[in-house]
């Protein structure tokens, strides 16, 4: 993608959920310590991260919720069991 485009946020947002489950299985802290650890505590992913672990806080279900979700939309299947 060019510099100069942006990918539409309702997109991104989508991505970032998938990659939050399927590459750090559900883990806001560790994708934060990563992001802190390569400058990019300033990111957009970060502030995401930190909004959505404000919301994780306030709803104990959402995490699960966001893994069906993720599960169920087949763009990125789970690892075969």
Request: charged residues 25%; aromatic residues 8%; contains cysteine.
């Amino acid at each position: 993608m060019g510099k100069n485009m942006k990918m539409a946020p309702g997109m991104t947002d989508f991505l970032r959920y998938h990659t939050l489950v399927r590459v750090f299985n559900g883990n806001i802290a560790l994708w934060l310590h990563i992001l802190r650890n390569t400058s990019r505590d300033d990111s957009d992913d970060a502030r995401f991260l930190r909004w959505l672990q404000g919301r994780c806080d306030s709803e104990p279900n959402l995490m699960q919720r966001i893994r069906e979700t993720v599960d169920s939309c087949g763009l990125w299947p789970p690892p075969q069991t």
